[in-house]
T-cell receptor
Framework: DAKTTQPTSMDCAEGRAANLPCNHS???????VYWYRQIHSQGPQYIIHGLKNNETNEMASLIITEDRKSSTLILPHATLRDTAVYYCIVRPLGDKIIFGKGTRLHILP | KAGVTQTPRYLIKTRGQQVTLSCSPI?????VSWYQQTPGQGLQFLFEYFSETQRNKGNFPGRFSGRQFSNSRSEMNVSTLELGDSALYLC????????????FGPGTRLTVT
């Protein structure tokens, strides 16, 4: 079973920051937080991952709380092309990926 | 750099038949993982191969099998197809040397009639 809890769906206005929360209260010390997204009819796309420090790349930022029990994925300026299902996953390095239901993000024009 | 490629993209089979799907990973990637995606069960992990050895396995019956070749290309086979095997089968590759990000292919859409 997935070890994360995410809202089923969220809306965000185009051009605004999209903040997607994820709860992983049972995360272990050696488990990383990963985010993937799946645009309709395509394979999932890797976004970002982190262990305990906040991370940023060209796609998004990942904010992990100090106790590591939750995290937030931030898409700084959402566009219509960011409409997708976003998956938050926790796993140790080398372990299989268990996908949950994810959050369906709708970007509104 | 070319992405993960999967062939065929679409396939129609009948119950009882067997099917083989192919995945070519990104150049330099040594790990290939397979997933099944259905509307009811979502994305489910099938198995992972690294350097021609199965490294991880999901909870699927023995009818689902796979292998990896020395060039890292991978195939998965499903024998005695059932209607419930209709799904999108996705392949993902990664370096598996600490760079753990998986890159997914477009998938093979299998329909069993």
């Amino acid at each position: 079973d997935a070890k994360t809890t995410q809202p089923t769906s969220m809306d965000c206005a185009e051009g605004r920051a999209a903040n997607l929360p994820c709860n992983h209260s049972t995360i272990s010390g050696n488990e990383y937080v990963y985010w993937y997204r799946q645009i309709h009819s395509q394979g999932p796309q890797y976004i970002i991952h982190g262990l305990k420090n906040n991370e940023t790349n060209e796609m998004a930022s990942l904010i992990i709380t100090e106790d590591r029990k939750s995290s937030t994925l931030i898409l700084p300026h959402a566009t219509l092309r960011d409409t997708a299902v976003y998956y938050c996953i926790v796993r140790p390095l080398g372990d299989k990926i268990i996908f949950g239901k994810g959050t369906r993000l709708h970007i509104l024009p | 750099k070319a992405g993960v490629t999967q062939t065929p993209r679409y396939l129609i089979k009948t119950r009882g038949q067997q099917v083989t799907l192919s995945c070519s990973p990104i150049s330099g990637h040594r790990s290939v993982s397979w997933y099944q995606q259905t509307p009811g069960q979502g994305l489910q992990f099938l198995f992972e191969y690294f350097s021609e050895t199965q490294r991880n396995k999901g909870n699927f019956p023995g009818r689902f099998s796979g292998r990896q070749f020395s060039n890292s290309r991978s195939e998965m086979n499903v024998s005695t197809l059932e209607l419930g095997d209709s799904a999108l089968y996705l392949c993902a590759s990664s370096y598996r040397d600490g760079r753990e990000e998986q890159y997914f292919g477009p998938g093979t859409r299998l329909t069993v009639t």
